[in-house]
């Protein structure tokens, strides 16, 4: 499990980690995962009143038909900064932790 990066909300929310829409993350043998939307921001940030992220009193974390997906702690500076589509495309090529960090420090 401990390879898993990111699951897209059509992925998690149809097997036992879709208990994470109730609590916002899950834990899986020490590994955190945390649901993001697709800018990265985490769900506690969209529903935190002194965040930047904040979305607002009686609005929606992340709308219906937005991607919500469930990313390993550690990543989510990279998810963040690389946006949603770069970022996959940096796990389906198989680059460390390390590596993607570098790739941020470079932009």
């Not at 506690?44 to 390993?72: C, H, Q, T």
């Not at 963040?80 to 970022?87: I, M, Q, S, T, V």
Request: glycine fraction near 8%; avoid cysteine.
């Amino acid at each position: 499990m401990s390879n898993i990066i990111f699951m897209p909300e059509e992925f998690w929310m149809s097997t036992h980690f879709s208990i994470a829409r109730h609590y916002g993350k899950i834990g899986i043998n020490g590994t955190t995962y945390i649901i993001v939307n697709k800018e990265g921001a985490t769900i506690f940030e969209l529903s935190d009143p002194n965040s930047k992220y904040f979305v607002g009193e009686n609005n929606k974390a992340i709308p219906p038909g937005e991607p919500a997906d469930l990313v390993m702690k550690e990543w989510i500076p990279i998810y963040k900064a690389l946006g949603r589509n770069e970022f996959i495309n940096i796990i389906k090529k198989g680059v460390p932790l390390e590596g993607a960090k570098s790739i941020i420090e470079e932009l």
